[in-house]
T-cell receptor, first 115, second 115 residues
Framework: KAGVTQTPRYLIKTRGQQVTLSCSPI?????VSWYQQTPGQGLQFLFE???????NKGNFPGRFSGRQFSNSRSEMNVSTLELGDSALYLC??????????????FGEGSRLTVL | DQQVKQNSPSLSVQEGRISILNCDYT??????FLWYKKYPAEGPTFLIS?????DKNEDGRFTVFLNKSAKHLSLHIVPSQPGDSAVYFC??????????????FGKGTHLIIQP
């Protein structure tokens, strides 16, 4: 069973640009969550999608957005990039998204560097 | 305000001894707790979880203890092995929120197992 796949793995952008990251969940998983990992803040929840609908959103500015497609694949977009957006962006999938399913399955992440 | 706190950024333990990783939380609505393990260049992987109706959950070398009155949980690894060297994230969820809420993660503790 293929795991969660994130692309691209690494990318470098400059301030003011925008970026789109992609996540393909495990087959059969309908929930996709996005997290930002930085050394100072750990893992912070961005948003969660289930059946193409955003169900939950973390405390991030509107520059951060996402969507989910009918095949459960998800994209997140960050516009007007700032230096502080440099981070590892992790995508996680699960069957229902509920924590009581026990586990989220994480991808390897997309490492974004903003210069 | 950090709702899940891992106050030790790093911990060094000798191989074969017990590793104890600690986690404190402030939100009394949290009722489900998980530990994730992360190796460099990989996404976090689920390790063990505990519901608030329990005070202990064991899985092989890993045991998680929950003290609800103190809002504290700990992960014990016995005996510690070199492959346990990783960053460990404590996470908490309020399932009573209805639907799938994003997990709230701590900042992580880097466990180093010394030979």
């Amino acid at each position: 069973k293929a795991g969660v796949t994130q692309t691209p793995r690494y990318l470098i952008k400059t301030r003011g640009q925008q970026v789109t990251l992609s996540c393909s969940p495990i087959s059969g998983h309908r929930s996709v969550s996005w997290y930002q990992q930085t050394p100072g803040q750990g893992l912070q929840f961005l948003f969660e999608y289930f059946s193409e609908t955003q169900r939950n959103k973390g405390n991030f500015p509107g520059r951060f957005s996402g969507r989910q497609f009918s095949n459960s694949r998800s994209e997140m977009n960050v516009s007007t990039l700032e230096l502080g957006d440099s981070a590892l962006y992790l995508c996680a999938s699960s069957t229902t998204g509920g924590a009581d399913t026990g586990e989220l399955f994480f991808g390897e992440g997309s490492r974004l560097t903003v210069l | 305000d950090q709702q899940v706190k891992q106050n030790s950024p790093s911990l060094s333990v000798q191989e074969g001894r017990i590793s104890i990783l600690n986690c404190d939380y402030t939100n009394s609505m949290f009722d489900y707790f998980l530990w994730y393990k992360k190796y460099p260049a990989e996404g976090p992987t689920f390790l063990i979880s505990i519901s608030s109706i329990k005070d202990k959950n064991e899985d092989g070398r890993f045991t998680v203890f929950l003290n609800k009155s103190a809002k504290h949980l700990s992960l014990h690894i016995v005996p510690s092995q070199p492959g346990d060297s990783a960053v460990y994230f404590c996470a908490a969820s309020d399932r009573g929120g209805g639907g799938a809420d994003g997990l709230t993660f701590g900042k992580g503790t880097h466990l180093i197992i010394q030979p």
